[in-house]
């Protein structure tokens, strides 16, 4: 029998300045396109934008590099919160994420998993200097990170509690089938939809797919101007309703276009654009970051029909594994889409001071009824330090 290779030697770079940052951003992006989560948010086109825009006040951020060799096999990028917890310095860090998208993951090479994590967090701390937590967001079951937490992190213990849903749609098997299995409902309104152009005269739906250099940021300009006419413009949730969202929108576009991710679905009716999609690429899977269509045209359907029609062209193309909706919403259930669990993690060195003012607030009830009494007993030494403080 063969013995295992032996775990590599792995080295640590940090980086706290974004130059030195987007010299590593093509490795970055090759190791984020290779890993088992297919995600855009652990490519530097969704990070570096978070960095640069939504560093609060008073923090700062580094990102880790793990290197085996000349290899790339780690990225930790963190906020860095100045945080003195009895008088004495010892920061939160946090992984950059945003409210409404399932990120918050470390990236790690699936075959050096756990020691570049080990690595990564040797780095982290070293940097920190004595970190009080680390939170992680969310992140999938298929994740190495998520493996090595499982396994037990050797200096580290973790919190873990459920997140919201993730839903995607399998492509697999024949188009027709798949939509035939879709709920009656959905296709009675496509229908529905289509019936209406053709009553009023409207044309035929022409599709428009954009992708590569042709895929250029400024197509967000369309995207955003029929968004703003439906709910969304109305209740202040559109991209044009916040300049920092709009800012950051850009800035991944901008990122994506650059390493050739992006791709961009439009639908027009009599010239008139009724829908449209911002989806990033990441290998054989398409992540649809933004959806919007034209209030004006509401009774069209033209969103759910240019839906149908990304995943119509995903099966005939053959390319693509599966179209993810980033969340799982109730809508998703029309589409039959898979609904896939995703986890909270938050990290804390197996010291005193670190579990009872880190991990204490982030202790969930399950955790607590499995270890009767540790909730009590966390209150407790926190009240007593305060008194004394």
């Known amino acids: 029998m063969l013995n295992p290779a032996p775990t590599p030697a792995i080295r640590t770079t940090c980086c706290a300045d974004l130059a030195a940052v987007e010299a590593h951003t093509d490795e970055w992006d090759a190791l984020a396109a290779a890993v088992p989560q297919r995600l855009p948010m652990?490519?530097?086109?969704?990070?570096?934008?978070l960095l640069e825009q939504r560093t609060p006040e008073g923090w700062s951020w580094v990102v880790v590099f793990?290197?085996?060799?000349?290899?790339l096999v780690g990225v930790l990028p963190v906020f860095v919160e100045p945080s003195r917890p009895l008088g004495l310095l010892r920061p939160r860090l946090a992984v950059p994420c945003s409210y409404n998208t399932l990120a918050g993951d470390i990236l790690l090479a699936p075959d050096v998993a756990p020691a570049a994590l080990d690595a990564l967090l040797q780095g982290v701390r070293s940097h920190a200097k004595a970190p009080l937590r680390l939170d992680l967001g969310c992140m999938r079951e298929s994740s190495p990170t998520f493996a090595c937490v499982q396994q037990g992190i050797p200096g580290w213990m973790a919190v873990r509690a459920a997140a919201n849903d993730g839903a995607s749609i399998r492509i697999a098997g024949d188009y027709g089938e798949w939509f035939q299995a879709l709920s009656k409902s959905l296709r009675r309104d496509m229908r529905r939809g289509e019936n209406k152009?053709?009553?009023?005269?409207?044309?035929?739906?022409v599709f428009e797919f954009v992708r590569g250099v042709d895929a250029t940021p400024d197509r967000l300009d369309e995207l955003m101007a029929i968004e703003a006419t439906t709910w969304k413009g109305e209740e202040g949730g559109a991209i044009v309703s916040d300049p920092s969202r709009e800012a950051r929108y850009r800035a991944i576009a901008e990122r994506f276009h650059a390493c050739g991710w992006l791709e961009w679905q439009f639908m027009r009716v009599g010239g008139r654009l009724i829908a449209a999609n911002m989806v990033i690429r990441v290998g054989r899977s398409q992540m649809l970051l933004r959806m919007a269509y034209n209030g004006e045209f509401a009774r069209l359907q033209g969103g759910q029909l240019l839906l149908r029609e990304m995943v119509r062209r995903a099966f005939e193309a053959g390319d693509v594994d599966d179209v993810n909706f980033v969340n799982y919403h109730p809508w998703c259930r029309r589409w039959n889409a898979h609904v896939e669990p995703y986890h909270n993690l938050a990290l804390a060195p197996k010291r005193p001071l670190p579990f009872f003012w880190g991990l204490g607030p982030r202790l969930n009830r399950s955790m607590a009824r499995r270890i009767p009494g540790l909730r009590r007993l966390v209150r407790w030494v926190r009240g007593r330090f305060q008194k004394r403080n």
């Open 42 to 49: 652990l490519a530097s086109g969704w990070v570096l934008p």
């Open 66 to 71: 793990a290197w085996a060799d000349q290899r």
């Open 197 to 205: 152009m053709s009553r009023e005269e409207l044309g035929e739906p």
